[in-house]
């Protein structure tokens, strides 16, 4: 990382000359901003002559102030002020004054708002284009249609990746677009800092037992902590940076430093063999030659080191050059192992070895995925009579016993899953293997409306969930026996009520090896319903590609005011049309009877409709209320649901007037929308964008306004793929407080971030796995996870989890997930502060065969990557053994010992 923007408005002096002497970039931006009026030129001030003069001195005056810092490289005219006369003014006065740096402004565009996808029409008072959370896929238009052009604007993001909670998913992805093009030139995250402030924490005896990197000692409050019941804020909107409040590390910020990092090694043209390694390293300076840096290198087998070696003189390389370099890191004559083996390198600078870059590479031979000692022996009779193990099956009784010398394993009738592991008569869980469809959700989630669009999958498979889960046995659990003593208990079992996602389990106890082995697999929709990943946000741009298309009952769409050039959304009980992007707060359902499921029927003009937001609720006319009803049940819309009152009915009519009642409605044209008039007058009153009221925006008036709908994302925005799909248990705490596993490490990781956590084997606090995010959400995931090993904290009593398919996705905590939760269907913290976690007398153990990325693009609607996106689809296997152990140095050796060659 190298470049900061002062936003949004001039830093301290002092900040300065420190970037002076350290040599960061600076944006300097002038303090101006009138986010809040508008950008369209109607109403925005940057088109207001009053404010010109005030708009040129501000900016004038932060020239004039910083010119001689050699730090600024680039001035900003403001953020979020809209475009107009104003700062066309103050970019021409900058660039007389000072015609050695370039200008830059996110509003110069002739586009009231900006666009995750769609691209702006650039105006002349900017040098460069500098966006606001474009996603990759904008990145890649822009380069398509401009890398060979020599006049074009670079594109450096002034916002991206926004880093709010468990964010910054994506960032791999956005810097392998971005080194592909020299016309992309990075960007800045948003923001730098948590912006909380630190609060005592409410009860004594806490302190002793939060553990993590805070040690309890204090917590930081955020909106909605202060000032009486009822004060508005934003809640947790400005926690959003790389650091915390104290300036520790967010997970998040690792991987911004990997993703930026100055050094850049990818395998060259002769590749990554067995015994030697051809790179080719980019070094990314400005300035600095590779002369100041060594290469340091090791091979882990299993993820340990054993053996490595320094290269201190590196080929000269330049700045922004590239050089090949091949060396051998394992003699040719030594037996090779068939284990799993890494390539380590790491760039650091000589005169104190700090690390600058690293790099990780899969070395061959490829081992193949472990099995259990034992697994494809035969298993041809039942258990009755025909084996050594006698499992204990009582007609009637909840669980179903196998019994062997070391190790006793029950078996739950509701799930056919464990619901005892008992070794050398000590139990092992704390409670029972369940299937778990579930995850906390992280800021990302709740801005995208997830905590409403999910809510099915919260009790999916949870039979003991408090407030009640789903989960219905449709054949088993029957116990086979095999002629060498091993059971297997097979089962299959529908995890929601409307039986669309069905569980496969396959059990085996091995007595021999002391381990239970646990194959699953799980259906998600057996009506192929489709999923997020095929069904990216549409940002319904009025480019006519969507005109043809006909409204139906049933339809998710986005409904675009002409007036006011901006969507309308729904924000907690806020009705309003302020944003030219769409995204989940604008997403709406459409339906034209409530006492039936959505049939795809056409809407016609004359049509009464309703509209429900992805809150759950239903749009009702505001002319002197609430501008929102809920529905029934948390608002979950049903076949049951009743009629809405007629201040929830909406219909439709040309805007252009003319006799075109009952002809179809087709999304793209002027459309108007008329409700009740609630004063209970005769004239027709419609719907209009509205201004700021206490009670809501929408309002009705006898003014018509014009309004168009636009497809939105596909129904399966309200019926979408899980966020995990997994197995969860608990594990006693007294046997499972340390962790050792081999995997990324050593922080979390998901599929959208992992690329700044290299694999490895690591070992840790169960305690320090839980990162404790001001507002707690998701946390803790390990990716790739070959194995894991929970134990006493001397490591010779515990449970070794391993994986027997690919890596899998593991996290333990000592908490329950729901302490790290939203309160079901809600935007509200179960434990409102991560300094407020309390630990519990568990540790809670995930094996999860699928995740989801975190996202990040931004918090306020967008979706992960489609890549990083679960599918509906796609059917879930994974597998994983269980095995107990006493007196346990190394967990990799038993792991050794545990497992064969398939």
């Known amino acids: 990382m190298n470049t900061v923007r002062c936003s949004h408005y001039p830093n301290d002096e002092a900040w300065y000359s420190l970037c002076d002497e350290e040599g960061l970039y600076v944006i300097d931006e002038a303090n101006v901003e009138s986010h809040g009026m508008g950008f369209d030129p109607s109403s925005t001030l940057a088109a207001d002559p009053a404010f ?64 995750t996808e769609h691209m702006e029409t650039i105006d002349a008072d900017t040098d460069l284009f500098v966006p606001m959370y474009p996603s990759p896929a904008k990145l890649e238009r822009y380069a398509a249609a401009h890398e060979l052009d020599s006049s074009a604007r670079p594109l450096i993001m002034c916002e991206y990746s926004h880093a709010m909670g468990n964010s910054c998913g994506g960032l791999a992805e956005y810097w392998r677009v971005i080194r592909a093009h020299g016309v992309l030139q990075g960007g800045c995250i948003w923001d730098f800092a948590d912006q909380g402030l630190c609060m ?85 300076h400005d300035f600095l030659s590779l002369a100041p840096f060594a290469l340091l290198w090791e091979v882990q087998e299993q993820g340990a080191p054993v053996r490595g070696g320094v290269i201190t003189e590196l080929p000269h390389c330049a700045a922004h050059s590239s050089v090949r370099l091949t060396f051998e890191h394992t003699p040719a004559d030594l037996p090779l192992r068939p284990v799993e083996r890494h390539l380590f390198v790491r760039f650091a600078r000589k005169a104190d070895r700090a690390e600058v870059a690293w790099a990780q590479f899969g070395l061959p031979p490829w081992p193949r995925p ?184 049933g339809a998710v769409v986005v409904l675009r005011s002409d007036e006011a050039a901006a969507y309308l959304d729904v924000e907690g009980s806020r009705v309003r049309a302020r944003w030219d992007d769409s995204g989940a707060w604008q997403q709406l359902l459409v339906r034209a009877a409530l006492e039936r499921p959505p049939d795809d029927s056409p809407i016609r003009y004359g049509d009464a409709v309703f509209l429900i937001a992805h809150t759950g609720v239903m749009l009702s006319a505001a002319h002197a ?22 201040t929830q009915r909406f219909v439709l009519e040309p805007a252009a007037g ?16 008329k409700g009740c008039n609630p004063a209970g007058g005769s004239r027709p009153e419609f719907i209009v964008p509205g201004a700021e009221h206490a009670d809501g925006d929408a309002s009705l008036s006898e003014a018509k306004s014009t309004w168009r709908f636009h497809r939105g994302r596909a129904a399966n925005y309200f019926h979408a793929a899980p966020l995990r799909v997994g197995i969860e248990c608990a594990l006693e705490r007294s046997c499972a407080t340390r962790v050792r596993w081999f995997g990324r490490g050593p922080h979390e990781s998901y599929p959208d971030r992992h690329d700044g956590a290299p694999v490895g084997q690591w070992d840790g606090r169960v305690a320090d796995q839980t990162f404790r995010y001001c507002r707690p959400q998701e946390t803790g995931n390990k990716m790739e996870t070959r194995w894991m ?17 690919a890596p899998l996705s593991m996290q333990c905590h000592h908490h329950a997930l729901a302490d790290l939760d939203t309160l079901p269907e809600t935007r509200t913290n179960r434990v409102r502060h991560g300094a407020e976690l309390e630990q519990q007398d568990l540790t809670t153990l995930c094996v999860d065969g699928a995740m989801a990325g975190v996202g990040g693009i931004d918090s306020w609607g967008n979706l992960p990557l489609p ?28 792991v050794a010992d545990l497992v064969a060659e398939a």
């Open 867 to 894: 890549q990083h996106l679960l599918s509906l689809d796609q059917p879930v296997e994974w597998a994983f053994a269980l095995r107990p152990f006493v007196g346990l140095d190394d967990p990799a050796a038993l």
């Open 370 to 553: 472990p099995s259990l000692l034992g697994a494809a022996a035969g298993c041809s009779a039942t258990y009755r009579g025909s084996t050594s193990v006698q499992v204990v099956d009582v007609e009637g009784a909840a669980e179903l016993i196998v019994p062997s010398a070391e190790m006793t394993v029950a078996f739950s009738r509701a799930t056919g899953l464990p619901t005892s592991l008992k070794y050398q008569g000590q139990e092992r869980l704390a409670a029972p293997l369940e299937p778990s469809l579930w995850r906390p959700l992280n800021d990302n989630e709740l801005g995208s409306g997830r905590h409403n669009a999910l809510h099915k999958w919260r009790g999916a498979g949870r039979p003991s969930q408090e407030g009640g889960g789903y989960m219905r046995m449709l054949r088993g659990p029957t116990a086979t026996a095999c002629t060498d003593g091993r059971v297997v208990v097979r089962s299959k079992a529908a995890l929601t009520a409307d039986g669309e996602t069905v569980l496969f389990t396959t059990c085996t106890v091995h007595p021999a090896a002391s381990a239970v082995e646990v194959r699953a697999r799980v259906v998600l929709s057996g009506g192929g319903a489709g999923t997020d990943a095929e069904a990216p946000a549409q940002d319904g741009g009025d480019d006519g590609a969507d005109r043809g298309d006909i409204l139906r009952d």
């Open 200 to 284: 005592p924490l409410a009860r004594a005896g806490t302190l002793a037992e939060v553990g993590g990197h805070t040690a309890g000692r204090r917590l930081f409050g955020y909106g909605g902590d202060f000032g009486p019941p009822g004060t508005p804020s934003d809640e947790a909107f400005c926690i959003n940076g790389l650091v915390q409040p104290d300036r520790q590390l967010n997970p998040h910020a690792v991987e911004a430093r990997s993703a930026m990092q100055p050094i850049w090694a990818v395998a060259g043209p002769s590749g990554v063999s067995a015994t030697e390694v051809d790179l080719v390293i980019s070094n990314e």
């Open 625 to 646: 209320g609430a501008p929102l009803s809920a529905a029934p049940d948390g608002g979950a819309l049903t076949a049951d649901t009743p009629a809405a009152t007629a």
């Open 52 to 115: 010109a003069d005030a708009t040129l001195a501000r900016v004038s005056n932060m020239a004039e102030r910083d010119k001689n810092h050699p730090s600024v490289i680039i001035w900003s005219l403001g953020n979020e002020a809209g475009n107009g006369p104003g700062f066309h003014r103050a970019y021409a006065h900058l660039k007389r004054r000072d015609p050695t740096r370039p200008v830059q402004y996110e509003n110069a565009r002739l586009e009231p708002g900006w666009s």
């Open 658 to 673: 003319g006799e075109l009642a009952g002809q179809l409605v087709r999304c793209g044209a002027p459309i108007l929308l």
């Open 789 to 805: 090993a929970l134990s006493d904290d001397a490591g010779e009593s515990g449970t070794l989890v391993l994986s027997l398919s």
